[in-house]
């Protein structure tokens, strides 16, 4: 199976939410809330992320009813989080809105190949067996290397390269319809078991990216900070 079809499938897999009993018991719920706050545990860390602005939802493993997943939302391109005021922005009644969908993924027994694959100059996530062939990129000014596969016309990849690591792989449309019609998926490890698995945003916001991902990324370091002094008493002192 190729890299591109193993994380389809490890995502499919983790990402499902747990609604249903399993073997007639419903599993319980490690999610705790309280002030507003959610208390997450996923793969061996946790974070505490308020839960009417940031969270958007999160999903659970079949298996066992664990944390598989969160999914955050904020505005595009300032990363602020969900409010009534920005709610139409975000989300108008037509076309794609102003904003980033965060996916955050427990991967699992499949981290520590997808994890080293993932710093590897050019391939990265990209699961192809042709490799990877660099372009003139349209995004020096924020510092991002531009590829394309051969065999792969509708998309482009980005990568922030690092010490010769990559930092950020992105994975955009490509397919001739105007940039606020078109998608770029921004991905990076996290920890020992995470994959910051999709920043989700239209290619107009492109030049933004490395800004967004960088600020996304400083605040799950903020919850996740948070979660490690957790106290349900303590919750509305930790985060603003």
């Known amino acids: 199976m190729n890299m591109h079809k193993l994380l389809l499938a490890a995502v499919a897999a983790i990402a499902f939410s747990v609604s249903l009993n399993a073997c007639g018991k419903k599993l319980p719920d490690p999610v705790e809330r309280k002030d507003g706050y959610a208390y997450i545990p996923i793969a061996d860390t946790a974070f505490l992320i308020p839960e009417k602005t940031w969270l958007k939802s999160y999903g659970r493993k079949s298996t066992d009813g664990s944390v598989g997943s969160f999914n955050l939302h904020v505005t595009a391109p300032d990363v602020q989080p969900w409010s009534q005021e920005v709610n139409a922005q975000m989300y108008p009644p037509r076309g794609p809105g102003q904003r980033v969908d965060v996916s955050v993924n427990d991967m699992g027994e499949n981290f520590d190949y997808l994890s080293k694959r993932f710093y590897q100059v050019p391939q990265s996530r990209w699961g192809s067996s042709r490799l990877l062939e660099e372009v003139e990129s349209d995004q ?53 078991g995470l994959f910051v698995d999709d920043l989700k945003f239209t290619r107009n916001y492109l030049p933004y990216s490395i800004r967004m991902a960088d600020q996304i990324a400083a605040k799950l370091k903020e919850f996740e900070a948070a979660a490690s002094h957790h106290s349900i008493r303590q919750t509305r002192l930790i985060i603003d």
């Open 140 to 192: 020096t000014a924020i510092g991002l290397r531009k590829f394309r596969d051969s065999g792969w016309q509708t998309s482009v990849f980005y990568e922030r390269i690092e010490n010769e690591r990559v930092k950020y792989f992105i994975d955009c449309d490509d397919d001739g319809y105007p940039a606020d019609h078109q998608f770029c998926h921004l991905s990076f490890p996290w920890g020992n």
